[in-house]
């Protein structure tokens, strides 16, 4: 990909195909352990909760420490090490979510909590460095769209496999799908994807003092972890991360229960998630037009408001309701498009402006999934005990209990509507700073 040559299909494609083994991973990690190990293993929710408390704070303090790790090191070998290191322990780590250790609900919990820590530090260092390789392709913000657009609908068919087959019925067969989906797509990626390009000239036009920028060989770690953060810019758009995020990932961790509990539908209803995965991938071709027409951020407030309208819906939704939550289904995974494909070329743009582009990705990357997994952490942390202390009970089949119903409805639904509302508000004034100027 030349210096002037707009990124070709397989270019975009190339790169994007790593995706599909982190959106693989994501699934389990995030939504279904809670419902697999209360299903199969017997552990406790307050005790899953605990452990993904652990797991995910250790993990999230992590990030930044990846980040600068990987902008120091990138120009020895680019990104491609960082993934090679990534992928085998994600794979092992996931085998372990799989298949616990132990007899006792306490013994398989502290299995669940060493694996978690393995596939996590997997994770993080695969999404931090091929997040950051993304950032340095395409030279506009249409183009850096693309790029982010196809890397997260190709991860949409790693999660469209893991919601399709239950990991309460399919462990087998996910985790060996999920060895060959994340071999496959990293002989890809090192195969074909294009590189990113030194673009110190253009950093220099457009800052116009070198030095103040590049990180220097000997720069102090937290200064260089914290470089990010003294951009008023990128603290305000991680505000709206934070708070939009986390009102993503209370449902995503309950949904389990809102089917089964709620909905009083079977465990195989859950291929519903794959319909609002597949149209949130399918969706992204469409956003990414609109933000030609649009901008990325009036984009990313529509996708938002959609999402409100959708889970207001939730609340009118009856026992048996399949129709009536499928098309919620679909409503909302046309709205994640925006979720999927805007906020990191958002955020790919920021380091543009701030001319730090092909010099503090990793930086940047390693603050925004830290505040990523803190969501993560917190949704399952808060929920779940939330839910015991209102009195839910999970897996009970005689559903006419009142405080099931309007616990799970509060935490699933409500909750996420005033969060996201909250983050619309936020968007709302950065759209008013962006057309002022």
Known sequence: MNSTAPPSLRNILSYAAYGWALGAVAVPLYIQIPFLYT?????????????????RLIDAITDPLIGWLIDQNKHRSGYTGVLLISAPLMVLGMWGVFFPIGQSSELKALSLLGSLIVVHFGYSLGTIGYQAWGAELGSND???????????????LGVILA???????????????????TLTSLAV????APRPKQRIHFVSKQIGNLSQTLPKPNENMLHSLLKPLQQQAFRRLLLIFLINGFASALPATLVPFFIRDQLQLPDTAQWTLGVYFLVGAISTLLWVKIT?????????????????????????????????????????????????????????SLIHRAGHQGQREGAYFGIWNWVNKLNLALAPTLALPTLSYLGYQANIT?????????ALLLLYAIVP?????????????????????
């Not at 990626?189 to 074909?192: A, G, M």
């Not at 009856?318 to 098309?327: D, I, R, V």
């Not at 509507?417 to 100027?437: F, G, P, Q, W």
């Open 39 to 55: 299903s199969n293993f017997d552990v406790e929710l307050g005790m899953i909760g605990a452990v993904l408390l652990v797991s």
């Open 142 to 156: 249409n183009e850096r769209s693309k790029f982010v657009a196809a890397r997260e609908a190709l991860g949409i």
């Open 163 to 181: 919601v399709s087959l239950p990991a309460t019925q399919y462990a087998s067969t996910l985790a060996l799908l999920f060895t060959f989906y």
């Open 189 to 192: 990626v090192l195969k074909y």
């Open 292 to 348: 030609q027409h649009l901008g990325l951020l009036k984009t990313w407030w529509i996708g938002m408001l959609l999402t409100i309208i959708a889970f207001l819906g939730v609340t009118q939704l009856q026992a048996g309701s399949l129709y009536g939550f499928l098309f919620i289904c679909i409503l909302t995974g046309f709205s994640l498009g925006t979720d999927l494909a805007i906020p990191a070329a958002i955020l790919a």
């Open 398 to 406: 005689a559903l006419n209990s009142t405080q099931n119903t309007q």
């Open 417 to 437: 509507c005033i969060l996201k509302s909250l983050a619309l508000l936020l968007l709302t004034r950065e759209i008013r700073r962006e057309d002022a100027i």
